[in-house]
């Protein structure tokens, strides 16, 4: 179904999965506790929906998935020798070493300190939303972890098993945030069995961090709250404290499920995910990036902000976004905060400075933020209420108009 509407504006695709279940636009309105107008004004684009939770009850009830919805454009074309394509990272996930074809012809299981080479290199590219160059590494990478995991023995598997959650750690956020969600499940499902495995409560905590990520991606903000709330009662009681990656992917959990608890509507859990995250944060005195997580001080604020929006407190995330900064963070959250900033500021009405926003968050990460939907219905919103030539062209190059 992916890519069917991909070329309709928003309300237009709305209209066309409605039609397609035989709805009428009242009937709509009532699986979503909202009036017929409220369909129409959305049809007619007169009206943006660009809250995650509304996304997925619209989703759920034109039964398609949010992806299709969306209309989330393909980050990656197909190559002829399927290098840095979905099906490439599909094989790589989906088929063992004996049957992997040409993937693994003539490669020997690597040394784990190889694999470490290579995702680290696959989670830096991530982080600076370089999607091509990333999805070119990961097939090869998933390939030799695997392979790693299963020759070596003792400490060396171990470390292997590590790795190789690791990396399908990397594989599943990408793959989310390519739109395949049920590759985006295998892989991480695998890392989580992967983690437990190794032992190592870091790793395990990452790759239950990872489980939530997908399913909030998925739609099922309630289970990912329900993964976060479990993922800690297995670990020794103040553990989290107990160094760098503990205190961040500790913290990174929360701030994942404070944004799954705003998406539920759930006020009183949102903030007390935000506090239990602040006060790791607060614990470890700086920003950093143990473990990929880019956790700190900054990172708290910049998920205040994105759950203020979550929860439509639009005057509020207005009147946060000057204040909320991102410097030293890598690429991608530079990117995200402007985003979120620039829906602040649009959402209150501030045209220029949502203008301004927006096309700092393209320059800094195009890949990124030309496959964000938010990103092109703001744009798309912006040209209309503004005649800055600059407007106008970057609703072009985020493809929000022709």
């Avoid at 297995?234 to 929360?254: I, Q």
Wanted: proline share 3%; net charge positive; charged share 25%.
């Amino acid at each position: 179904m992916r890519g069917m509407t991909d070329h309709l504006a928003f309300g237009k695709r709305v209209r066309f999965y409605r039609e397609r279940r035989g709805l009428h636009q009242w009937q709509l309105g009532e699986l979503l506790n909202r009036s017929e107008d409220w369909v129409y004004r959305v049809e007619a684009g007169r009206i943006p929906v660009n809250n995650v939770r509304m996304l997925a009850d619209l989703a759920d009830a034109l039964r398609v998935r949010l992806e299709d919805l969306q209309g989330t454009p393909a980050l990656l074309g197909d190559r002829d020798d399927h290098k840095g394509s979905v099906p490439a990272i599909r094989a790589a996930l989906m088929k063992s070493r004996g049957l992997s074809g040409a993937l693994v012809d003539g490669r020997e299981p690597p040394q784990p300190g190889r694999v470490a080479f290579e995702m680290e290199r696959a989670w830096d590219l991530y982080q600076s939303s370089q999607y091509a160059r990333l999805a070119a590494v990961l097939p090869g990478l998933l390939v030799d972890a695997r392979s790693a995991a299963r020759k070596h023995v003792g400490a060396q598997r171990t470390e292997a098993l590590r790795l190789f959650a690791l990396a399908l750690h990397v594989a599943a956020v990408f793959l989310r945030k390519l739109g395949e969600t049920n590759l985006a499940w295998t892989a991480v499902d695998q890392g989580d069995i992967a983690a437990s495995e190794t032992g190592d409560p870091v790793v395990v905590l990452a790759l239950r961090r990872g489980v939530a990520h997908v399913q909030l991606g998925a739609g099922l903000a309630e289970e990912a709250v329900g993964v976060t709330l479990d993922a800690t009662n297995d670990l020794a009681p103040g553990w989290w404290e107990s160094s760098r990656p503990a205190l961040s992917v500790y913290g990174t959990l929360f701030l994942n499920g404070a944004v799954a608890a705003a998406r539920m509507r759930d006020r009183a859990l949102t903030g007390e995910m935000l506090d239990r995250a602040q006060r790791a944060a607060d614990r470890l005195g700086a920003d950093g990036n143990e473990m990929w997580t880019s956790f700190g001080p900054a990172n708290v604020g910049i998920h205040r902000l994105a759950t203020a929006l979550e929860l439509g407190d639009i005057q509020a995330a207005a009147d946060m976004a000057p204040r909320v900064r991102a410097a030293g963070l890598p690429l991608e959250r530079r990117a995200r905060l402007s985003l979120d900033v620039a829906r602040a500021y649009g959402e209150a009405g501030h045209t220029d400075e949502a203008v301004d926003h927006l096309k700092r968050a393209f320059r800094t990460a195009p890949e990124q933020i030309r496959a964000h939907e938010f990103a092109r219905d703001l744009a798309r919103r912006l040209h209309r209420r503004t005649r800055r030539r600059d407007a106008q062209e970057l609703a072009v190059r985020l493809g929000a108009i022709t």
